[in-house]
Structure formats: structure tokens, C-alpha cells
């Protein structure tokens, strides 16, 4: 067996993943096409490792490829949730400001009221 047959298994078994076939190589026809004329035996088992290990492979990176989407989304996210939170939070501080200057006014108003009074 040739090396080139073997990095053809697992180009096969890279395309059949990305093409959305089940980790199974018989089902792949180009494989099957490929080892017609081969007998079962040792040759024959190391293409099919081959294609198992080139869907293996395609299907790991689109794993890590998702993970990596995924944690760059987690990221923005918590970006936007700080960033929601702290003007929150200066929207409330701007509120109780505010709220005490009110109180404040009202209690120099009563001490005027009161001064007027005595």
C-alpha cells in the first residue's frame, strides 16, 4: 500500500464529515470504490483507521472552532452586561442625588418654616 492511498483515506474522511455522513467509512463510496480490488486484511484496516482518523479529525476542529465561538460570544456578552450594569448603576447614583437634594431642600425649607414660626 501506497502512502498516497493513505492521505487519500483521510482526505475522504475529512470531506465525508463536512459533507455530514455518520463516522462510518462504508458507507463512504469513494473509500469503498477505492478498496474494491483490495483483500480484507491489514492494508485494508489501515485506510479505514486512516478515514477514522481524518473525520475525527475535521469533526475535533469543528468542536474547538465552535468553543472558541462560543467564548468569544461569553466575552461580549459579559462586556455588555458591566457595561448595562454600570450605567445602571450611575443611572440609580444619578437618582439618589437627586432624591437627597429634595430631602435636603425640604429640610431647609422646614428649618426656615420652623425659624419664622419661633
Keep these: 500500500m501506497q502512502e498516497t492511498q493513505i492521505l487519500i483515506a483521510i482526505e475522504f ?7 455530514g455522513k455518520k463516522s ?11 478498496m474494491k480490488d483490495m483483500p ?3 492494508e485494508s484496516i489501515t485506510l ?3 478515514w477514522y482518523m481524518g473525520w475525527n479529525h475535521a469533526s475535533q476542529r469543528r468542536h474547538k472552532l ?3 465561538k462560543r467564548l468569544r460570544l461569553r ?8 457595561q448595562s450594569l454600570r ?14 437634594e429634595k430631602v435636603n431642600e425640604l429640610r ?6 420652623d425659624c419664622r414660626k419661633g
Design 13 to 19: 474522511g475529512k470531506i465525508a464529515f463536512k459533507n
Design 24 to 34: 462510518i467509512p462504508c458507507l463512504d463510496n469513494n473509500l469503498m470504490d477505492m
Design 40 to 42: 480484507v486484511g491489514q
Design 48 to 50: 479505514l483507521k486512516a
Design 66 to 68: 465552535d468553543w472558541s
Design 75 to 82: 466575552r461580549e456578552t459579559n462586556k455588555l452586561h458591566r
Design 87 to 100: 450605567q445602571y448603576a450611575d443611572e440609580k447614583k444619578a437618582t439618589l442625588i437627586k432624591y437627597w
Design 108 to 113: 431647609v425649607l422646614e428649618s426656615r418654616r
